[in-house]
């Protein structure tokens, strides 16, 4: 007797009771979760391989079929949902790969034109910076003034205007002529997802005066909404407020000034600014609220809701963020409208597939992976953290809840902001704590005022009175403060990021596995992780090595020879482009400045460098007649060869540089002026220049800045690495 009750306790053995897990299993399986990363492979894997991503179905398919044939030989009754669940996925990956090659294949459609152009549109968004206005045109009639060809498309072409006053409304239709660039589909080594996303395929600079109004056409019902909040909110506020209340409300910060925006951005709470989940969640609390009081029925309340949650998104020019926000809260509702237990990871999978569906190019948007990022992070992380933070003695509750949500978005998010912004703030966490719910409370207010403003217009300056006093006292602090001493930079995650998120599913409560498990996985992959990094950011073994950067004629080259940092300049500098990549490399000191190009390119070059580091000595060639009127860097106007920073260079023209670079000779070419006779050969060439005068120097390797068939450039690669070792060069990708 005593026996058979033996054998009864170890036949109901615990369920839990196992070696390496808790549970019946490691995983809960999330069949949204699996299609939505299917899909997002597929694009993935099309961006990478094009066509032949279609054949890793071919390679993935039997292996998979194969292990659940092996199940059902087991006698699994799972194997019969894992081929389903397999075919599914398979489709989904061949789908999501065929979206984004007909994506891509749409855009390629609107004919490339190039050169001085007669261009007509209707107005269909406007911004501004604080040097510019920015009008974007659709409807367009293009006519090629070298050829005349006509292209007739609905992309769209971003005009830039600088100084003066141009006042088009939404849905003027103008005419004007003006230098016409388009927007390559793969451009500096990515794909151009802003302007495929933003259907731009065009942008020009042109002046004031050159637009000709010829009609008016009636703008659609979000841009004519946008644009009366806009009208309402600045003429109830100052400028500069309105900016900043425009912002929060339609997520468009095209109207805030520049060093402000930077602040926040310094800050990390930049993305108040971004229409997401704290945005859509309070719009969503405040309509509940009101018709809960309404007393209405619950089906009803969810139309009306959902109507007004989407009508929201829609002004918002229904951004990545605010489409995921809004997926995620009809999933909400309708799982709480059926009575069915709501999954927040299914909830943003849904999302998540739901914005690839109908873009596959936001995978590559830095707002879609920040949203999905910080949304993700909350929901994996968030509640883990909480409960840890709460078995401190005398932690409160919801600071505990605070803590763990607002570390987990920082965790997720972290990689996201080092590899797209090159930095990311060191009290970004504390700010996001301590800044968030009061912003929260003030966009409530201000939300809850402006939509009586834009109702009651003519009370607007009224109704908007205590909503800018919360919003000016909210903001203070990060508009004074300095921000920038508080960044980490000076590396970057690449394909790391990918091991950077598996460990963070590992760690989670998402997988079942014991402690001692976790503990030599999280061990493991923290080792391989490091070692990745290094090899990544670390260059070993060279004795010296340059990188070669460009973005749209912003061109420039960083020497690190000997300890120093010798940077050169080909052509027109761009303020955004040289402090991203300073941040990127952790550059705040640079030894020598050489400018090539003309006496306006020097000229400018050095007041925006010396804006995100300090520059040593600069040289200009004695040709240029460059005037110097700076006091606190010493310019050096040179002729013949001389010394820079231990490295022999010599201005072989007047916009041309040789550098023996460690025994390696390189030529550096902005331009090449008509008369000149010639160049010296070189082991390299790097230039901003593409012409016939070229193929008269005997090169070992030659780097173009912008696109050229069948050569190495920036515009195809992206930045580019040189290494020197032992007098010989190499030439990668830059990470």
Known sequence: MKRRKEERVVKFKRVDDHLLFYGLRVVNFRPFLLFALSFAAGILCCYLFGFYAF????????????????????????AGVFLACTAAACAIFSIGSLALAVRIADFETAGAVSGECYVEGVVKEIAETSDSKVYTLGDLTIVSGETGEIVRTDYRIRIYIYGGETELSLGTRAIFNTEVTTYETWAYGHINASAILDRVRYFAFTEPDSFLTVGQEAPDVFGLVGQHIREVVFSGMDDSAAALAYAMLTGNAGFMDEDVLQNFRYGGVAHIFAVSGLHIGIVYFLLSVLFKKLRLKLWLRFILITAGLVFYAGVCSFSPSSVRALIMCEVMMAMKFKGVQYDRLNSVSIAALAVLAINPVYLFSVGFILSVSAAGGIIVLGAHLSRNFARIPHMPRKLAFALGTALSAQICTFPVLIDFFGYISAISFALNLLFIPVISSVYAVLFVAGVLASVLPFASAALLFIPEYFLRLAVLPIIMADFRFWLICGFSFGGCSLLWYFGVYFLSDKINLRVWVKAIGATLLSAVFVCLMVMRNVSLGMDGYMTVHGYYGSNFVLIHESGNIIMISLGTPDSDHIEKIFLKENITKIDALVSLGTASDANM????????????????????????????????????????????????????????FGGADVLFVENIAEGTEGLPDCDLMITAYDGDFLQNINTGEEIYFEKSDGKMSVYSLGDLQIGRRDGIISVKEAV
């Open 55 to 78: 054949l890793i179905n071919l390679i993935i398919l039997p292996a998979l079929v194969g292990f659940i044939f092996i199940l059902r030989k087991k006698g699994r009754r799972i």
């Open 605 to 660: 070059v050095l007041p925006i460098v010396l804006e995100n580091a300090q520059v040593k000595k600069m040289y200009v060639n004695a040709e240029l007649g460059f005037t110097n009127t700076y006091q606190t860097v010493q310019v050096q106007e040179v002729s013949g060869f001389f010394d820079c920073s231990g490295m022999d260079m010599i201005f072989s023209a007047e916009e041309a540089l040789y550098v023996n």
